[in-house]
């Protein structure tokens, strides 16, 4: 049984930070991708940033390049998402993702077998 439990998230104004916490529990993490899935009222589910936790290779949407950094602590078996200059268009609830991901990533997490329960982000402009 694999159980993925988040932390982190709340408003923010424009510009401004927040960090999001993925742990993860039960014996799929050393060999699988993690990541963040986000969803807007209305709005399709998007892949945010992926990353392998074995090797650490990374990976991440266009539009959050350049501010968003993924990252892992293999010894808390804990994947962040670290978010820089947020903006209005980046509210949404973001959802950790896990499973063994096939092709990109962020289109595998999208399907993924393991979920977080969700935490929501609020930039007020």
């Known amino acids: 049984q694999v159980q993925l439990v988040e932390s982190g998230g709340g408003s923010v104004q424009a510009g401004g930070s927040l960090r999001l916490s993925c742990a993860a529990f039960g014996y799929i993490y050393s060999t699988i991708c993690m990541g963040w899935i986000r969803q807007a009222p209305g709005k399709e589910r998007e892949g945010v940033a992926a990353?392998?936790?074995?090797?650490?290779?990374?990976y991440y949407a266009d539009f959050v390049k350049g501010r968003f950094t993924i990252s892992r602590d293999n010894a808390k078996n804990t994947v962040y998402l670290q978010m820089n200059s947020l903006k209005p268009e980046d509210t949404a609830m973001y959802y950790c993702?896990?499973?063994?991901?096939?092709?990109?990533?962020?289109?595998?997490?999208?399907?993924?077998?393991?979920w977080g329960q969700g935490t929501q982000v609020t930039v007020s402009s």
């Open positions: 990353i392998y936790t074995g090797g650490g290779s990374t």
């Open positions: 993702a896990a499973d063994f991901c096939v092709g990109d990533p962020l289109s595998s997490l999208r399907r993924a077998s393991y």
